[in-house]
């Protein structure tokens, strides 16, 4: 049983952007924080956006300034707006329910790439 599912990865040039998708079932969704993370193969995964459920983000310095996370609650969709785009952006990107149980998405792959 999926209970949170991203899209919207791809390939992208860098400089371009990307906007990353991620459904949840109302349960999961409402009243919760949600992030984005990403991984690449032999590195820790790392927080890349979250937000409130009132709305308050955070990014870390490595993204600060071109992605922006955003949700819909009527949607029950958090979203992850990718500008400016880096090839060490390239990634799995995961979204994430903070919230015990923590949940997890599968991933999506986002690669930045000439």
């Known amino acids: 049983q999926v209970q949170l599912a991203e899209s919207g990865g791809g390939l992208v040039q860098p400089g371009g952007s990307l906007r990353l998708s991620c459904a949840a079932s109302g349960s999961i969704f409402s009243g919760n924080a949600m992030a984005w993370y990403r991984q690449v193969p032999g590195k820790q995964r790392e927080l890349v956006a979250g937000?409130?459920?009132?709305?308050?983000?955070n990014y870390p310095d490595s993204v600060k300034g071109r992605f922006t996370i955003s949700r819909d609650n009527a949607k029950n969709t958090v979203y992850l707006q990718m500008n400016s785009l880096k090839p060490e952006d390239t990634a799995v990107y995961y979204c994430?329910?903070?919230?015990?149980?923590?949940?997890w998405g599968q991933g999506t792959l986002v690669t930045v790439s000439s």
């Open positions: 994430n329910r903070p919230a015990r149980p923590v949940l």
């Open positions: 937000i409130t459920s009132g709305g308050s983000t």
